[in-house]
């Protein structure tokens, strides 16, 4: 017999200037807070997030997707900025969520997430950036072009080992949660990739390359919380705070015990901070992440930061 998630759950097919990707919405009818919406990073796919989307749709639908140049979806050339990523995500949202959702967007996908977000915060209810970053910095950009250019090169094993230590804390004077079997899971998945995989993370990256800062333009001025692993080595606690300070009403938090793949290494407690942020229910006093601290905006010719909070 069909399972009762497999009744609930939707895929909705779409198409944006002749490129096909995939919205998917597991549906909750006992929701208590509007819909969450999933924007994944580079190497994630609309079914793949695992505990963190079963935690989450206990409270809410959830939606996720493979946008142009993700997952399942059709490649999507480099020439292609952030602007068509968000159009895409935006062209699902009018379609399966019109009213007001939450947002959640990790990695790659906060960027996109984020800008959404800005153009549309009648649609937002409260955004969630984790594993986001204000800039690409100069060493990260000399990372991710190492990668590009092992992959051209046909190193696999070099270029798997070189995006693990771009994404990992590999230090053995540091604790990472579940350190040894994310790293694993990952190395097989690097290892597994085809060459449309690949050739989707050659476009990625260097869309990324392209855009390497948060859109520019008025922020978003809906609650925000940006939120990255203490020992993250890509969005460090140093550059996501920069980016939390881009924002009207936004609060940073750094997960301990984690580097940038929290909803693999601690995905009962991103769960938790998600479900309490979108609930508007207080972030003080949560063992698993240090003190949440209300950032000042900092932008100028905007509106003034709200006062320092308690958490909430």
């Known amino acids: ?34 819909p969450m919406v999933f924007v994944g990073g580079a190497f994630q796919h609309q079914n793949a997030w695992g505990r963190l989307e079963q935690g989450c749709r206990e409270a809410a639908s959830v939606i996720t997707m493979d946008l142009p140049g993700w997952g399942g979806a059709d490649r999507l050339p480099a020439r292609y900025g952030l602007d068509f990523l968000t159009k895409a995500l935006d062209q699902l949202l009018a379609k399966v969520a019109p009213s007001p959702v939450n947002v959640f967007g990790a990695s790659y996908g906060s960027a996109v997430a984020y800008q959404w977000a800005r153009d549309h915060p009648e649609r937002a209810e409260r955004v969630a950036l984790f594993g986001t970053m204000s800039h690409l910095t100069a060493s990260a950009r000399a990372r991710v072009q190492l990668t590009l250019d092992l992959a051209e090169q046909d190193q696999h094993a070099e270029f798997v080992e070189c995006v693990l230590e771009s994404m990992m804390c590999t230090s ?113 006093g949560l063992d698993y992440c240090h003190p949440v601290e209300h950032i000042r905006h900092r932008m100028r010719n905007a509106l003034p930061s709200p006062r320092p909070s308690d958490g909430h």
């Open 172 to 284: 053995p004077r540091v604790t990472v949660a579940r350190r040894a079997t994310v790293t694993r899971c990952l190395t097989r998945a690097l290892r597994e990739m085809t060459a449309d995989d690949l050739a989707k993370y050659r476009d990625n990256s260097l869309r990324l390359l392209a855009n390497s800062r948060l859109p520019a333009g008025p922020p978003v001025r809906v609650p925000v919380l940006v939120a990255t692993g203490e020992h993250d080595p890509l969005s460090t606690p140093a550059l996501s705070r920069e980016a939390a300070a881009q924002c009207t009403d936004a609060r940073f938090v750094a997960f301990r015990n984690a580097d940038h793949l929290l909803h693999l290494e601690c995905p009962a407690e991103v769960v938790d901070l998600l479900i309490r942020f979108f609930s508007g229910d207080s972030l003080t």
């Open 1 to 34: 017999m069909p399972t009762r998630i497999a009744l609930l759950e939707e895929v909705i097919p779409l198409t944006l200037d002749g490129y096909a990707y995939t919205g998917r919405v597991v549906h909750q009818p006992n929701a208590r807070l509007a």
